[in-house]
């Protein structure tokens, strides 16, 4: 079972909106919230978002370097991928391989894609 999952991120504020959007929307809460972070817990597992300290802002995150890929959220069915996808790209963000959704992971898997504000990709997928 993993524990938590910690994220620095550029803008603090920015984060929180989205997220505040987002989680709750898959069943996470609120869980601490601080100066300089927040989190969201789902069961015992949950998710961590602190302000990149000032002298490592310069350096920004990209998936295809060495380190952490994506994030993958369970939905609760095929309904919630779109409901969420339609919220997204209602406030601009960017759905990732618009192509191929929602089959962007085969014929047999149906998600959507998108980044964060910080460009960290993450997926919600529908069960089968």
Do not use: C
Request: aromatic share 14%; no cysteine.
């Amino acid at each position: 079972m993993l524990h938590h999952v910690e994220m620095n991120v550029s803008k603090l504020q920015k984060s929180r909106e989205f997220y505040d959007l987002l989680l709750p929307k898959l069943g996470y809460t609120l869980y601490q919230e601080w100066e300089f972070g927040f989190s969201y817990i789902f069961d015992h597992t949950y998710l961590v978002f602190v302000q990149t300290i000032e002298k490592h802002l310069e350096a920004s995150y990209h998936r295809s370097e060495t380190g952490l890929n994506h994030l993958a959220f369970h939905a609760q069915s095929r309904e919630q991928v779109d409901e969420i996808t339609r919220i997204l790209e209602g406030q601009g963000t960017n759905i990732l391989y618009k192509d191929r959704h929602p089959y962007a992971s085969g014929k047999d898997v149906y998600a959507v894609f998108f980044e964060d504000p910080d460009r960290m990709k993450l997926e919600i997928v529908a069960p089968n």
